[in-house]
């Protein structure tokens, strides 16, 4: 079985990059998605056809997943016997620590580890590597193929700065700019580097079922208020509502955007520093 592992911090687009590379996908997939906070959303995105997906929410993938991707990896190979397991941990995860897990599989010499992915959000980048410093950096340097995402919302200027320094902390890794996720996986194995890291990082996370109906004007002046800080520091965000139908939300730091959905139970999250809990489950609920 291979195990492609795609990385990256709150909104930097791994979701996406996962369902595009599934849309032409010849072989049997199997999806672990483990969701900072006690809702899934992303395994409600991913969703599609006969894919196979398993969600562990409630974390990062530190002490608790560590003790628990072991048994549901090999669980996964023996019942459902996919081709390929695509892993996406949570925005918080450190990969040292999903492949440190893997290695405790009974059937590892039954599996083959893809090149690790990292998706970066370009938008973001100087900000977050500043401010989350090695913790953010953990995830670029055990990476094979740094996919340097969203480049659309950056002056070519600024995204040559960027690559110069994704070299710099990971000379060896592939780095390929990209808009919306879109890349196929090169062929080939994870170099073999695994740093089994622990940071102490205290996001909070809040989840909401809402049961108001807004208008996609109302809801857009709801994300227009967290966005901009009025209930906390809002670095991540995402959910479905009932709008005249059904909408799609997401917040990545002080952007965000709604989008038509599929009929789905209502439910939302919201991660980030001293968040108003109070407050963002008056805006969404009656």
Avoid at 95 to 110: D, F, Y
Avoid at 151 to 168: A, C, F, M, P, S
Avoid at 219 to 224: A, F, I, P, T
């Amino acid at each position: 079985m291979e195990i492609l592992i795609v990385t990256g911090f709150f909104g930097a687009g791994k979701t996406s990059f996962i369902q595009h590379y599934l849309e032409n996908r010849d072989k049997r997939v199997a999806i672990l998605v483990n969701e900072f906070g006690d809702i899934s959303i992303d395994g409600e995105v991913i969703k599609k056809g006969d894919l196979e997906i398993i969600e562990l929410p409630g974390g990062c993938v530190c002490c608790t997943l560590r003790a628990s991707i072991p048994d549901t990896v090999d669980k996964i190979y023996e019942e459902l016997k996919p081709d390929l397991l695509v892993i996406e941990p949570s925005g918080v995860a450190t990969p040292g620590n999903v492949l440190s897990a893997i290695e405790n599989c009974r059937h590892r010499e039954s599996y083959v580890i893809k090149p690790v992915i990292c998706v970066i959000d370009a938008d973001s980048f100087t900000e977050y590597s500043e401010e989350f410093g090695k913790f953010y950096i953990d995830q670029i340097e055990t990476a094979d193929v740094l996919l340097l995402n969203k480049i659309d919302l950056v002056e070519k200027g600024q995204l040559n700065e960027i690559e110069r320094e994704l070299e710099r902390i990971n000379p060896e890794a592939m780095i390929v700019r990209t808009v919306h996720g879109r890349f196929h996986s090169p062929e080939g194995e994870h170099r073999g580097v695994v740093r089994d890291r622990n940071f102490d990082m205290h996001f909070e996370s809040i989840s909401v079922i809402p049961n108001r109906k807004l208008s996609q004007k109302e809801l857009k002046e709801l994300l227009d208020r967290l966005a901009e800080g009025e209930f906390g520091r809002v670095i991540r965000a995402k959910g479905f509502v009932r709008c005249e139908t059904f909408c799609r939300f997401q917040i990545s730091g002080d952007r965000y955007e709604v989008q038509p959905w599929r009929e789905t139970e209502p439910r939302a999250v919201f991660i980030g520093f001293d968040l108003n809990s109070e407050g963002i489950v008056g805006l969404f609920r009656e």
